[in-house]
């Protein structure tokens, strides 16, 4: 054991032969130039210094290395590269003594050393990636799932996590308490102080536990020095062991409560990159002509791109004074660019709709406040892409169902003020069991406090 | 003048000529040597600014809708200012430990190098004068104050760790909506319409409504647009009366005598235009057109009284009078017809204890009343029109309250008050892409300092912006040979709070 204690000196002192022998570098070649000849004399000092620390250095290391488990390879090349620094620390030594003609030669050789043999240490206790990391687009690594439910629980969302949280201790470069969570088997394998996972039962499961476990406590995991597993990556954890801990199966198959759902709803949009990743179709549209544009401008249609640079558009309708069949002709002409709609509080009619239809790519349709009907909704059915609709206050009712289900993709209505009866939605649910429908009617109960003002008590004297 | 004088003038007048007959072209070179290098090293480095975006003002449309940099979540914004800083003791910040500490006098280590705004020598504790409990899937703590709000919590992001540099009201609200805590500069709803104009080319893309009793302190500059073109200053409505005064025609003034006296300015101001080719001529056309327009359509979208009997119960509203359920409904109506940035301000929250009004348990449980139900009607309206995950609603103040009962002058107070405190305060945030049920960032167990979950200012302005689509590192402006921005130097996205 006192090795062990001897062996955690490394840190300490590594950082000295690093710092001192590359400043007998930096005087030795300053010392070359007239103006600074009186440094010479510390160069040999401070080789003697940086070679004796070297020397402890490469000790305490090896019995570190012995200590602890870390990736073979790179200790083995650290240790090595350790050890040529200390012999060729001592060999400059001598050959600055000895005035040797090359000594330059070998000052170069040992700061190159250095660098290697620190670069490695570094990757030993950061992990390999350490130094490069932030050059990488970080942005691109948070993966964007386009449909969740389809996706590998596992693969898609557990391994990121313990990737980004875990491997640096638990991985191929080190194995801290002999655990791995790097491959399936060695996660279920578990480490010194045996497994890790019960498979159905997160509660005894240390890999839980310990995540859960106050930070100020010791045995809390990731070490609170290292950065930390959200809440929501917390609960995905246990809710990948609590339904089995499989490696193989896919979303749409394990039990979600509404929290996870939300959780795992988040992979699909991510951040705002990633949203535009998924919001904005794949395929490439050519940008709309800027005559077509000052006519639609003309007509009183807002017309604007999704978001800087994109050929997508969003159209408002909500200036055009006269909504007539022209209006909309215009529109079509835009089909393969419109992504999102708003013509709620217009006088768009049923029939207006139908022209719509070849509007392929449209996403978002507002028509609240309108006039429109069922007979307008039943030309929706072609909007393959269409996901939010608004219908609030309008005169759709429950016969319009049917033209709702038929829109593939919906995965949002609104259906506040419309005559759509109990029994419809419930039709409507069942029919479409993903879709979120909102119907509106919401009511705040009167209270109390609402009515009676608060009042002082007493009169109050000075 | 004698003829030394004119000896010793001569003198000088050689010597300054040699001096410039020795100062050779191989010396300009050399000494502006340095000054060529530091000009070539930042070119090489780039500016601290490389990224600036470009000057959005079209003097012709300057509120033609504009695409945001990004794909944000939310179209427009409507925030809901408390002027006078509410105490966040009896709202959102549940602080048990604090009423055992009820009455005891304040610790020193609570006051040294403390600058308060009226407490004076050594305060009294003062325990939280209202009930908590937990609401909601989320189990976010709520004081019996806000008895509505609690029921739609897990719509909600609570930011328990609101943070300002500023005590005094004028500064600090000139600081949450401008970025500095002098004036100068835009407002953030200037800025929005600045950088995505508006959908609805009849109605101003900035609105703001207040309600209290008095405007901010702050004053206008609150709303104002700085450096930025006046066209994009918030335009004051009002909630009684005309909604924008002189927005009738006088009397004897038809719509088309209207229209042509309007038409004939802007023929003039065309010639005008043709002549000098002064772009703000052109602005200048624009806006009387807009306020042509403005005549039909802001009173229809201002008038409240075509709302249905049940959307006035659910708000508490009352059609006629000025208050804040009236704005509240009125911002949601604005929304709706495209309008991009809705200010509200409520006055009279600054609860110092200085009468029953201003208590902390008397004069604040009135004001929570006031504005309870109409914001969770509001959220919940436009939760039914689908318009909850487009609008971004915000709901804040300049700064908070002391755990401290506030001793003005030393004296004690007439009636449980708090003084100003900007260490820690609470916000809200929901909609627009903000992820319901959640709390971010935590004060100790008095509510005096923030233990994690700093949010400044600057955050708040650099996540509304984030949400709108705007990198607010890059939303800039050029004025006075500077680039701005609203978050000045500083600003964090608050992703946590980021569904």
Redesign the interface.
């Known amino acids: 054991m006192m090795s062990v204690f001897i062996g955690r000196f490394h840190p300490v002192f590594v950082h000295l032969p690093i710092g001192i022998l590359l400043f007998a570098a930096l005087l030795f070649f300053t010392s070359k130039k007239q103006k600074f000849a009186a440094v010479s004399t510390a160069v040999a000092p401070a080789l003697v210094v940086g070679s004796f620390f070297s020397i402890l250095s490469c000790i305490t290391g090896y019995l570190l290395s012995i200590s602890d488990a870390y990736n073979e390879g790179i200790v083995f090349k650290h240790q090595w590269l350790g050890i040529a620094t200390a012999i060729t620390s001592i060999v400059c030594y001598i050959a600055y003594q000895k005035k040797f003609k090359y000594a330059g030669i070998l000052i170069t050789l040992l700061t190159t050393l250095i660098i290697i043999t620190g670069h490695n240490g570094g990757s030993l206790t950061h992990g390999e990636d350490y130094l490069t990391a932030p050059l990488s687009n970080s942005k691109s690594d948070k993966k964007v799932i386009a449909n969740i439910n389809e996706a590998v629980v596992y693969k898609d969302v557990i391994e990121p996590i313990l990737a980004a949280k875990c491997y640096s201790c638990h991985g191929d470069s080190k194995q801290k308490g002999k655990l791995r969570l790097d491959l399936p088997n060695y996660i279920m394998q578990g480490g010194e102080e045996g497994k890790v996972l019960t498979p159905f039962q997160p509660g005894s499961s240390e890999l839980i536990n310990r995540l859960l476990l106050p930070t100020s406590n010791e045995e809390h995991m990731p070490p609170k020095e290292k950065p930390q597993l959200?809440k929501d990556e917390v609960a995905l954890l246990h809710w990948w062991i609590e339904s089995g801990a499989s490696f193989t199966e896919v979303v749409k198959n394990t039990k979600q409560t509404?929290?996870i759902k939300?959780v795992l709803a988040?992979f699909s949009?991510g951040?705002?990159?990633a949203?535009?990743q998924t919001?904005?179709p794949a395929q490439k549209v050519s940008a709309i002509s800027s005559d077509l544009l000052t006519e639609l401008n003309k007509e009183?249609v807002?017309v604007?791109?999704?978001?800087?640079?994109?050929n997508y558009v969003r159209a408002?309708l909500?200036?055009v004074e006269t909504l007539s069949a022209q209006t909309f002709q215009l529109l079509s002409k835009i089909s393969d660019q419109l992504l999102q709609l708003?013509a709620?509080?217009t006088t768009i009619k049923d029939e207006h709709l139908s022209a719509l239809s070849n509007c392929k790519q449209l996403k978002q349709l507002?028509l609240?406040g309108t006039s429109i009907t069922n007979k307008g909704l039943a030309s929706l059915a072609a909007l393959e892409n269409l996901e939010?609709l608004?219908i609030?206050q309008t005169k759709a009712t429950a016969e319009g169902i049917s033209s709702l289900t038929a829109i593939k993709n919906l995965k949002?209505v609104?259906l506040?003020n419309t005559s759509f009866t109990s029994a419809a939605i419930a039709q409507l649910k069942q029919k479409m069991p993903g879709l979120l429908i909102?119907?509106?009617?919401?009511?705040?109960p009167i209270?109390v406090?609402?009515t009676t003002?608060?009042?002082?008590l007493e009169i109050?004297?000075? | 003048m004698t003829q030394k004088d004119i000896h010793n003038q001569r003198l000088v007048k050689e010597a300054q000529k040699a001096v410039m007959q020795q100062h050779t072209r191989r010396h300009f070179i050399k000494e502006s040597a340095m000054g060529f290098g530091a000009l070539a090293l930042g070119g090489l480095l780039g500016g601290c600014n490389t990224s600036t975006s470009p000057n959005l003002f079209d003097a012709t449309n300057p509120l033609a809708p504009k695409a945001p940099p990004f794909l944000g979540k939310a179209k427009s914004v409507i925030y809901l200012h408390m002027a006078g800083a509410p105490s966040q003791l009896e709202m959102f910040s549940y602080k048990p430990e604090l009423a055992k500490l009820d009455g005891l006098d304040c610790p020193p280590s609570l006051l040294n190098g403390k600058k308060f705004a009226f407490i004076r020598g050594v305060p009294k504790m003062l325990g939280p004068q209202a009930s908590f409990k937990q609401y909601g899937e989320s189990g976010i703590w709520l004081s019996e104050n806000l008895p509505h709000l609690s029921t739609v919590i897990d719509d909600v992001a609570v930011l328990q760790a609101v943070t300002t540099d500023q005590f005094n009201h004028a500064p600090a609200q000139l600081l949450m909506h401008t970025g500095t805590p002098r004036l100068g500069r835009p407002s953030m709803g200037s800025w929005v319409t600045y950088g995505l104009g508006s959908e609805n080319k009849n109605l101003p893309g900035f609105v703001v409504l207040t309600s209290g009793g008095n405007n901010p302190d702050a004053g206008k500059s609150v709303w104002g647009s700085g450096f930025l073109p006046s066209v994009y200053q918030g335009v004051q409505c009002r909630s009684e009366g005309d909604p924008v005064l002189f927005i009738k025609d006088p009397a004897g003034m038809d719509r088309d005598i209207r229209k042509a006296s309007i038409d004939a300015i802007n023929k003039v101001n065309e010639e005008s235009y043709t002549e000098y080719q002064d772009p703000e001529t052109l602005s200048r056309i624009s806006q009387y057109e807009l306020a042509y327009k403005m005549q039909i359509s802001v009173p229809g979208v201002m008038d409240i009284s075509t709302e249905p009997d049940y959307i006035h119960e659910m708000y508490g509203t009352k059609p006629g009078e000025s208050c804040f359920a009236n704005n509240v409904l009125l911002a949601r109506k604005l929304v709706e017809k495209g309008v991009r940035f809705v200010q509200l301000f409520d006055w009279g929250w600054d609860t110092h204890g200085d009468s029953a009004g201003n208590a902390v348990d008397i004069g604040l449980k009135n004001k929570c009343r006031k504005i309870d139900r109409p914001i969770t009607a509001l959220l919940q309206d436009l939760k039914q029109r689908g318009l909850l995950d487009d609008t971004l609603v915000v709901w804040g103040s300049e700064f908070g309250r002391t755990p401290m009962q506030e001793n003005r002058e030393g004296k004690t107070m007439p009636f449980k008050g708090r003084d100003h405190h900007g260490e820690a305060f609470s916000m809200w945030m929901a909609g627009g892409g903000i992820k319901g049920g959640t709390t971010y960032g935590e004060t100790d167990e008095i509510g005096y300092n923030i233990v994690n979950g700093k949010v400044e200012t600057f955050d708040v302005q650099a996540t509304i912006l984030n949400q709108l689509g705007f990198d607010h590192e890059k939303f800039t402006y050029e004025s006075q040979g500077r680039n701005f921005r609203l978050t000045d130097l500083s600003g964090k996205v608050i992703h946590d709070i980021i569904a």
């Open positions: 959200t509404a929290a939300g988040a949009t951040d705002a990159t949203a535009e919001q904005l009183g807002a604007v791109p999704i978001v800087n640079g994109s408002n909500i200036g708003n709620s509080f507002e609240n939010i608004s609030t949002k609104f506040y909102d119907t509106g009617g919401y009511k705040l209270l406090t609402d003002e608060a009042k002082a109050k004297t000075k």
